[in-house]
């Protein structure tokens, strides 16, 4: 599929890697749908975007909103037509142990409202936007792509359990959809990054950042245009469905 003159839905985009995508794809001439629940920084990606001659909008959305992400889906037609792809980024993380102890004494234990914060937007938040972006395309009879992000965190990774468990049904989702939706020419992948350069990384303690980086084979963490080539070579290659694109540096081997 080519990228130029194609719309494009990006749920959070506000910031991160779901900005870098964005910004990625407008370069390539790609008509731009930018979602994301915090308004003021969506405005500033959808300024970068527009500085790349793309044509785009902002929605303020909540994924894990039924009706919010129906009507959002509505507002994206009437503006930019029939969706060729989307790339399902938002997310959040609630980090807890499932159970803190400290000295012999239970101190603490991963609260509901974190596990389900979490499954609300990573997990459901995907099958939500996923399910009306792949109704449009089937409805246009032109086909798409639904790319996930996933994580290496969805194997299981101490004080993740609510993250964890989202992103391994993130990866399963995407191959279901491969299955159910090649029939109408609908391509659904994931991907699953390691560490990747972002406001939430740069701003670790340097001890911090040092031990993380030491455990990456290529000793350095991603950058988050890397992550949006990975976004672009999906896209263009007709071919790639069904799979889980590891993108981690060899973190995990």
């Given amino acids: 599929m080519q990228i130029k003159n194609k719309t494009f839905v990006i ?3 506000a910031q991160g890697l779901g900005e870098a ?6 370069r390539q001439g790609a008509n731009l749908a930018l979602l994301d629940i915090n308004a003021e920084r969506l405005d500033q990606t959808l300024a970068a975007c527009q500085q790349e001659g793309s044509s785009c909008y902002a929605f303020t959305c909540d994924v894990a909103d039924e009706t919010s992400v129906e009507r959002c889906f509505v507002s994206i037609e009437e503006h930019l037509g029939p969706i060729a792809g989307i790339v399902n980024n938002a997310g959040i993380l609630r980090d807890a142990m499932l159970v803190k102890v400290k000295e012999g004494e239970i101190v603490d234990r991963m609260s509901l409202e974190q596990w389900q914060s979490v499954i609300d937007i990573n997990l459901t938040g995907v099958f939500l936007c996923g399910r009306e ?14 790319i996930s992000i996933s994580s290496i965190s969805r194997a299981g990774n101490s004080g993740q359990s609510n993250y964890a468990a989202a992103k391994a049904g993130v990866a399963a989702l995407s191959a279901t959809w491969a299955r159910e939706l090649a029939r109408y020419n609908i391509r659904s992948v994931a991907i699953a990054p390691g560490v990747f350069e972002t406001e939430m990384v740069a701003s670790l303690k340097p001890e911090a950042h040092e031990r993380i980086t030491s455990a990456v084979p290529l000793q350095r963490t991603g950058a988050v245009e890397e992550l949006a080539h990975a976004v672009e070579f999906i896209i263009e290659n007709d071919y790639f469905s069904g799979r889980i694109l590891e993108l981690d540096g060899g973190l995990r081997l």
């Avoid at 995508?21 to 407008?26: C, E, G, N, R, W």
């Avoid at 972006?133 to 639904?146: K, N």
Wanted: a neutral charge; glycine letters at 18%; hydrophobic letters at 50%.
């Fill in 133 to 146: 972006a792949a109704t449009s395309m089937i409805r246009s009879g032109d086909g798409g792509v639904i």
């Fill in 11 to 13: 749920t959070g985009a």
């Fill in 21 to 26: 995508i964005s910004v990625a794809l407008a």
